[in-house]
């Protein structure tokens, strides 16, 4: 368990409104990631970053934005959401030793 | 194009069956592979991983995994399945600059 939590763990919106979803680990690790999981995707690349202030685009970033001010917390944003959005979000970090990726909870988000 | 595909959405096995899960991958340089698994609801746990070496690698909860190159698979197997090992399975690979992709993932159903 690498200390990752993930807020807020459900939310309901309506399209056209803005939704920040906020990751939160204790570990110190530099890599943050964000993924979004679809029955028959699985989990496709959003947004990642490589240390404060230093992010970069995954696969499927058209929508989001990200934020890291601090280590430990990477925000994600839904400048205006749209039902497609409708996902389960998770966080991630990289134990850079090991090269290995640890994950939140994830956050369930319905656009409505 | 760098992927990885598991062939397989879906399988059911009995409990005390052997299982295999599949998946290949598409990528140049020698791939650092991962097996990850998600139960209902919950975030990817790691089972194992591969960078160099045996082409053999042990995981938890009694998973082992093959690296054949000749093939560009990472097989994932374990001897003997419990009711407990019912979860989505993702095979995942690590790209240059610390991106990871992951496959579609397949569902594992264990009967008594």
């Known amino acids: 368990d690498a200390g990752i939590t993930q807020s807020p763990r459900h939310k309901v919106t309506e399209t056209g409104t803005p939704v920040t979803l906020r990751c939160h680990q204790t570990e110190n690790h530099r890599y943050m990631y964000w993924y979004r999981q679809d029955p028959g995707h699985g989990l496709r690349l959003i947004h990642y970053s490589y240390g404060v202030k230093d992010t970069d685009k995954g696969e499927v970033s058209d929508g989001y934005s990200v934020s890291r001010s601090k280590t430990e917390d990477f925000l994600l944003t839904l400048e205006s959401a749209t039902s497609s959005q409708t996902s389960v979000y998770f966080c991630?970090?990289?134990?850079?030793?090991?090269?290995?990726?640890?994950f939140g909870p994830g956050t369930r988000l319905l656009v409505l | 194009a760098q992927s990885v595909t598991q062939p397989d959405i879906h399988i059911t096995v009995s409990e005390g069956a052997s299982l295999e899960l599949r998946c290949n991958y598409s990528?140049?340089?020698?791939?650092?592979l991962f097996w990850y698994v998600q139960s209902p609801g919950q975030g990817l746990q790691l089972l194992l991983k591969y960078f160099s070496g045996d082409t053999l690698v042990q995981g938890i909860k009694g998973f082992e995994a093959e690296f054949k190159r000749s093939q560009s698979s990472f097989n994932l197997r374990k001897p003997s399945v419990h009711w407990s090992d019912a979860a989505e399975y993702f095979c995942a690979v690590r790209l240059t600059g610390n991106q990871f992709y992951f496959g579609t993932g397949t569902s594992l159903t264990v009967i008594p």
């Open positions: 991630a970090t990289l134990e850079g030793f090991q090269e290995t990726q640890y």
């Open positions: 990528y140049g340089a020698t791939p650092y």
